[in-house]
């Protein structure tokens, strides 16, 4: 297989995997925006309760920053106040483990049993369409994973592509490669899942791959920061927090990737579990140690980018 024809079909799988990653979470939050609007406006008046439903709902929906931005803008329209929005933000973080399980545990074969659930359910008349079409989508999710990992496999012998990977063998060239790929693709699954795939194949150490789904977690920042340039400045505040929150995690655990690396790989069955294991242990406990310190952190917060108050109604 020559080089051009093994590219574009590591690309054509990718993109197949982004596909299906986007026409869940679309799926879902077509069909569920009311209802999670309503569920954010109740739940999240408490840290803790907040904290959850961000971890379940991304869990669910699989994708981190659709969750992140949705809570910005509700932020930005008052439906959430920005303090209670930082919990749900933090539990973004961890529901996006459930991501590297998924394809650490190998669930491809799954895969078409879920398409073709989905296309029948979704030719068949009432609300039966809905529920296929969400099947479908997370059906594809695992199939494309399956191509990704078939598409891979001819590098193994690809002394070219060793040595790129000796680049990103620094764990700080690991954090900003994962940052970048995650901006450009707009989607931390899409980086863990591909990264996930690389170790599986034998072509990336759990130690790199480690340092990779950490710089993952801040690029995926970009879509809600993104989104919250148009709303209003109570939302933009909620995005910032949110690229604070995650570079606080990230400059906390960077020093320490070697040894977190060390510590699953003898802990886990296999390296791509190791990284599925590595990715929870630093999510979550970023995650509660900001969940304890949310209120000194938002304090803080508000005086790097203090609230502006609203002007008074001319007489």
Do not use: C
Not at 54 to 72: H, K, L, M, N, P
Request: glycine content about 10%.
């Amino acid at each position: 297989m020559d080089s051009l024809t093994l590219v574009f079909g590591i690309l054509a799988a990718v993109m197949l995997f982004l596909f299906g990653l986007q026409g869940f979470a679309q799926e879902v939050q077509a069909h569920g925006q009311q209802r999670l609007q309503t569920w954010f406006g109740r739940i999240t008046r408490n840290r803790f309760s907040g904290f959850l439903l961000g971890a379940v709902t991304t869990a669910v929906v699989q994708s981190s920053s659709a969750v992140s931005s949705i809570t910005v803008a509700l932020v930005g329209s008052g439906v959430i106040p920005f303090r209670q929005s930082l919990a749900v933000l933090f539990g973004t973080n961890v529901g996006t483990t459930a991501t590297a399980w998924l394809v650490a545990f190998k669930l491809t074969a799954i895969g078409p049993f879920f398409i073709v659930i989905g296309g029948l359910l979704s030719i068949l008349p009432g609300r039966a369409p809905v529920v296929g079409k969400a099947l479908f989508y997370f059906g594809f999710i695992f199939f494309s994973l399956g191509l990704i990992s078939q598409s891979l496999a001819p590098l193994q012998a690809s002394t070219t592509f060793a040595t790129w990977l000796q680049v990103v063998e620094n764990p700080l060239a690991g954090i900003l490669a994962g940052m970048v790929i995650t901006l450009l693709v707009q989607s931390s699954s899409v980086t863990t899942g591909l990264i996930i795939v690389l170790v599986q194949q034998g072509l990336l150490t759990a130690e790199v791959a480690i340092a990779v789904v950490i710089g993952a977690n801040l690029g995926s920042t970009g879509t809600a920061l993104l989104a919250s340039l148009p709303l209003s400045r109570e939302a933009r505040r909620a995005a910032v927090a949110n690229v604070m929150f995650n570079l606080g995690g990230l400059l906390l655990w960077a020093p320490f990737i070697p040894l977190l690396a060390g510590v699953v790989v003898e802990s886990m069955e296999t390296p791509a579990m190791a990284v599925a294991l590595a990715h929870v242990l630093f999510n979550l406990s970023t995650a509660l140690i900001f969940l304890l310190l949310l209120k000194p952190f938002a304090a803080g917060f508000d005086r790097l980018m203090p609230v502006v108050p609203k002007a008074a109604p001319a007489p």
